[in-house]
């Protein structure tokens, strides 16, 4: 049986295994040097506090890359990514973990395209990223 | 309806371009520390074999990745306090907080290492809404990347929020 979704295997309501991220100290700075991101808030804690976080606060971007390999991982490498939108409603902070999980709530056979629904949430449920993606499967 | 935060010199602007055109290389290297980063070790990043048989010239890169190959070097003397380089591209509004409010982004063609991109960011869209904590600016900048044969590969839609 074939490891990533097709159109004949993929139906609305069906939902993507759940990923689980976190970032921490080091995380974070390889990712601020990896995007040339030097904003204070992601590597200096004291900073953050001083701007009213929390505490070091994990990119919107970073969060957003987890986004797409959230769908990549799911799709499988002869799918196509076709559109991701997010909304940033909360901020993540350093060693928090986060999930990502989302539900099929559209397809198109015709054009084996799948529309998804997703959401970041904190472990106490909070809605940290509202999400949709939209895919071509591999067998189209 | 409460006064404008938006100033009409800042409305004119709308459709202007506040950056680029911008021309850079894909570069493995960059990429893949961009993936490593991220934590996503997909082989189609780092395995020429698997990329070729998911249909890919060659290796191609996290689909965010680009908007981070296409920052500019700076240099360090002109951060500002909170570490942020300044913005000569900012537009003028009557706020006092700027916020990610989010992104849309369309993956037209697919970028492989070694491809040329071209990024060119308009003001796409300004205006002033009302929420429940009073009013608004939603600041919507659209970047378009171009590959080195004229192919549109991504837009994106980056939201702003300003209160």
New interface residues.
Partial sequence: MNKYPTVGSTKVGDDLPVMR?SANEA?LF??S?????????HY?RA?AHF?GHEDTVVH???Q???L??FV??WAG??A?????????RASAFVDEEVQFSGTVIALDAAEGVVELEIVEQRSDGTTL?PAKAWVRLEDH | MSSSLIPSESLARVGEVLAGPVTVPIDRR?AQ??A?????E???YFDEK?AH???YRTITV????I??AL?L?KP?NT?R?????EDTTSVQLEVSRM?????????IEPVCVGDEITATTRLADLDQKEGSKGPFVRLVRETTFVNQDEQVVARSRQ?GIAR
């Avoid at chain 1, 040097?33 to 808030?41: L, Q």
């Avoid at chain 1, 196509?80 to 940033?88: A, C, G, H, K, T």
């Fill in positions: 991220k995380e390889l990712y040097a990896a995007s040339f991101n030097p904003h204070r808030i200096d900073y701007e919107g971007p970073l957003g890359s987890w797409t390999q990549t991982d490498p002869n196509r990514l076709l559109s991701v939108e997010w909304q940033n990223m | 960059e520390r961009y490593y980063a991220v934590g996503d997909n082989p189609l698997a048989a998911a249909g996290p689909p965010l990745f908007t981070h920052v070097p360090a951060l306090e909170d570490g942020l380089y916020m990610f409010g989010g992104e849309e982004w369309d993956f939201i």
